[in-house]
């Protein structure tokens, strides 16, 4: 132990015999708490991300019953505090637009309020992220606790997963080989119960490399959310957010360089969301570190994929994936890429951590010498299209596409694409590269998730499934195909993409990570100085404020203002 009651941050609201102090306690009282409940104790924050209309954290209003119970076992005093949700699939037009308000919401939720230390509950998509930047600028001890994928999804006695099977089913519809009655059933078979997507999306990503970072008990990222263990593992939760309240371990202790440097280690090897480069890069930065893009390219040619899970692997889901051995038997087979002396939420360090841990199927967890993709999951392209990078997962591409050249068919907006990609007089063939620009950070806005642009219903019926598409936008963890997506700079802001034409030649060559627009650059230049000015889009509110301050995909998308190197440190409230 190295903190004492008296020097909890609390205390400084609760033990003054101050006219304040009176209030709070008094205040205290109005709520049915003696001074017995919460003086001299840790209190615990939960910053939880239920809703009503959030699916994947339906279980939370239970759940954090079993938090409370663990932190009341230890001798601290839980308190709720909820934030806002950020339901992947409900919240519009991105809930990218909102990961950062998360963020700022946790951190001041955290500062303003007397607390000693933070659990803090999510697991879908932006939710993640939202909480650990958050909570690694409010400083004290904080703990994730993860909301577990959903069971595995079953039509027809066929395992349906996330995302990626709805994708791949719709194309059957619309390529007819489907009927309406069959689309319908798997849309009571897909989604099972509670949890996040259990495929490796956004979601599993995201809460499997908080896990390696260090910010929950090692291995809670794997637990099923229907699991009795993922019950347990909250009670365990709340009991040692006491402890690491007593100990000072603040994220600043656990969130390393080398922590990170794990994280993109795993997230290689798993077979990560194109997402996760966005909320590593704006977390390590959050944290204090330079994590860039060539720290993801540098992993990408060392570390191969070794989780079999889909959408880069070929059959398996998370709860697949918790049954051969979870994250920490993952951890087992990649010790020679990671550092093993870093800690985690358990105070312990990993190679303690993985005392006992195994991989318990090798076709799910494969041996490093027998991968489903040689490389890591993504690729990091640069070229005169995207002079500050471009994103794609080879592992989840038709191989042929991986080196490719194709004219360009242009569309420079969601909706025109939406008007135009089924239209049977599409000028397009299996080789044409399809653009989609003005859905970037500032031009989606919120860089939704619309890279994965559908292949062309003409092409769809005579059986083409993947296609090179480029654009600034993002994809969803589950998606596949030959997408590259965060090209940066963004074309609102006048960057390379705003300047292709239809049936200009774009050249992607993936071993060599190189893109180009293969039009001369005198070409080029006329072409920007004709470029007239992007349209605002957003004039009042939250999206004034997001549009004034969002950084680019490469910089990880974090608001300027938040970033730890603005302005001075943020002092304690004056109480
Ligand atoms: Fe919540 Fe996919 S919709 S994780
Ligand atoms: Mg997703």
Avoid at 149 to 163: A, I, Q, T
Avoid at 368 to 386: F, M, Q, S
């Amino acid at each position: 132990m190295t903190k004492t009651p008296d020097q909890l941050r609390s205390a400084r609201w609760f033990e003054p015999d101050d006219f304040r102090s009176f209030g709070h306690r008094s205040r205290m009282n109005q709520m049915g708490y003696a001074a017995e409940d919460y003086r001299g104790r840790p209190v615990i924050a939960i910053v939880n991300t239920w809703s009503d209309l959030n699916q994947c954290h339906a279980h939370f209003k239970q759940r954090v019953e079993d938090v409370k119970r663990g932190i009341l076992q230890a001798g601290g005093f839980p308190v709720e505090l909820p934030a806002i949700s950020l339901s992947e699939s409900k919240v519009k037009p991105t809930t990218m637009l909102y990961r950062n308000f998360l963020a700022m919401e946790t951190e001041e939720l955290i500062r303003s309020h007397p607390v000693d230390g933070a659990v803090l509950m999510g697991g879908c998509d932006k939710t993640t992220p939202g909480l650990l930047l958050g909570a690694t600028s409010a400083g004290v001890p904080a703990i994730f606790v993860p909301a577990g994928p959903m069971l595995r999804g079953n039509w027809h006695g066929k395992v349906l997963g996330s995302g990626s099977d709805a994708f791949k089913y719709w194309d059957e519809r619309r390529a007819g080989t489907i009927s309406d009655k069959d689309w319908s059933e798997m849309e009571v078979g897909i989604a099972r119960s509670y949890g996040v997507c259990m495929t490796m999306g956004t979601a599993s990503t995201m809460t499997a490399l908080a896990d390696v970072i260090g910010m929950s008990l090692p291995g809670a990222s794997s637990i099923p959310a229907a699991d009795a263990n993922h019950i347990r593992m909250c009670a365990a939760a709340g009991r040692r957010i006491v402890d690491m309240v007593w100990e000072d371990l603040t994220p600043a202790r656990i969130q390393t360089e080398a922590a990170f440097r794990n994280a993109i280690s795993v997230a290689m090897a798993m077979g990560c969301s194109t997402n996760a480069v966005i909320h590593i890069i704006a977390m390590a930065r959050r944290a204090g570190h330079p994590i860039g893009l060539e720290d993801f390219d540098a992993a990408s040619r060392k570390v191969p994929v070794i989780a079999n899970i889909r959408p880069s692997g070929d059959r398996y889901l998370m709860e697949d994936f918790y049954y051969a051995g979870g994250l920490l038997g993952l951890l087992t087979r990649l010790t020679p890429h990671l550092d093993l002396d870093q800690i985690n939420a358990s105070g312990k360090t990993w190679a303690e951590s993985l005392e006992g841990a195994a991989v318990y199927d090798d076709d799910v967890i494969r041996p490093l010498d027998r991968p489903i993709y040689a490389e890591g999951a993504l690729a990091l392209l640069k070229g005169n299209l995207a002079p500050n990078g471009c994103v794609m997962k080879p592992s989840a591409a038709d191989p042929r596409l991986l080196r490719h050249a194709g004219p360009a068919l242009v569309f420079d907006d969601y909706p025109a694409l939406k008007a135009n990609i089924d239209r049977d007089d599409l000028d397009v063939t299996p080789d044409t590269v399809l653009v989609l620009r003005n859905a970037g950070p500032l031009g989606g806005p919120g860089m939704p998730e619309w890279g994965m642009l559908p292949i062309p219903k003409k092409l769809v019926r005579q059986g083409v499934r993947d296609m090179v598409r480029i654009s600034d936008a993002r994809m969803s963890g589950t998606s596949y195909g030959a997408c590259i997506l965060h090209v940066s700079p963004e074309s609102h802001i006048g960057g390379p993409l705003a300047l292709v034409r239809t049936g200009d030649v774009i050249s992607i060559d993936v071993p060599a990570r190189s893109i180009s627009l293969d039009v001369p650059e005198d070409e080029l230049a006329r072409r920007r100085a004709a470029l007239p000015p992007p349209p605002p889009r957003y004039e009042r509110g939250y999206g004034w404020m997001f549009s004034r301050h969002i950084g680019q995909a490469d910089a990880g998308c974090d608001f300027d203002f938040l970033r730890t190197d603005f302005g001075a440190p943020v002092t304690e409230p004056v109480i």
